[in-house]
């Protein structure tokens, strides 16, 4: 079996300060793992995946995010936030070796970027 | 990059009524695709997982007879909410995969369609 947990359900940050949203899994098979964002009213755009080759992995929009085996968690980052910033944010969980498993998603974060 | 059509992105209907919604896949062919439903400042359900010339899987709890799901061609999914009740009024959200190498796997998303049932 699989889960996500996110650990905030909302965080909120200046603008041009570091981000950091938490996600810690548990899965029973070799991971893959996702973070993806979504705008009010909108579809989820992926930002970044691990899916076996460098733990740490940078995606879109300067965010990255580390997988960290001995913590389970795979924590996305970003250096400096913008206001474009403020979104929804989703850790999922899938099973690496299996093609057709959907994903299994956290609850989300919420991040508000303050001027 | 790999872009998921979803049409249409909003739809008011009257209660009793049957509503369709389409995803597509425009770039890549998909055997599987997965419709996922949310609710206000909620993470996304899972409802069923659609299969290319096949019946489509359903979770516990989602009703086959009223999400009617039909995936006949590797690059269209339907949705479609039958007798439709002011409680299925929800952000309903379709996702593709592309098939290939597990580096490709990720899904793929609509941009959702907001359904509202008065």
């Known amino acids: 079996a699989q889960s996500v947990t996110q650990l905030d359900s909302h965080v909120s940050v200046s603008e041009g300060t570091p981000v950091l949203l938490r996600c810690n899994y548990s899965?029973?098979?070799?991971?893959?793992l996702f973070w993806y964002v979504q705008h009010p009213n909108k579809g989820l755009q992926l930002l970044l995946k691990?899916?076996?080759?460098?733990?740490l992995v940078k995606g879109i929009n300067g965010f990255e995010a580390e997988f960290k085996k001995s913590e389970t968690s795979f924590h996305l980052t970003k250096p400096s936030a913008h206001m474009s910033d403020a979104a929804e944010y989703f850790c999922?969980?899938?099973?690496?070796?299996?093609?057709?498993?959907?994903?299994?998603f956290g609850k989300g974060t919420r991040l508000s970027v303050i001027a | 990059g790999a872009v998921v059509s979803q049409h249409p992105s909003r739809v008011i209907c009257k209660s009793g009524t049957s509503v369709k919604i389409e995803c597509r896949s425009l770039?890549?062919?998909?055997?599987?695709m997965f419709w996922y439903r949310q609710f206000p400042k909620q993470s996304l359900m899972l409802m069923a997982t659609?299969?290319?010339?096949?019946?489509?899987?359903?979770e516990q709890g989602v009703e086959k007879d009223k999400f009617l799901i039909n995936h006949a061609s590797l690059t269209l999914s339907t949705l479609t909410v039958t007798s439709a009740h002011p409680e299925d009024s929800s952000f309903y959200i379709c996702?593709?995969?592309?098939?290939?190498?597990?580096?490709?796997?990720?899904?793929?998303f609509g941009n959702g369609t907001r359904l509202t049932v008065t």
């Open positions: 996702s593709a995969r592309r098939t290939g190498p597990a580096k490709d796997r990720a899904l793929h």
């Open positions: 899965s029973s098979y070799s991971p893959s």
């Open positions: 691990y899916t076996s080759a460098a733990t």
């Open positions: 999922v969980v899938s099973d690496r070796n299996s093609g057709n498993t959907p994903l299994v």
């Open positions: 770039d890549f062919q998909a055997t599987t």
């Open positions: 659609s299969n290319e010339g096949s019946k489509a899987t359903y």
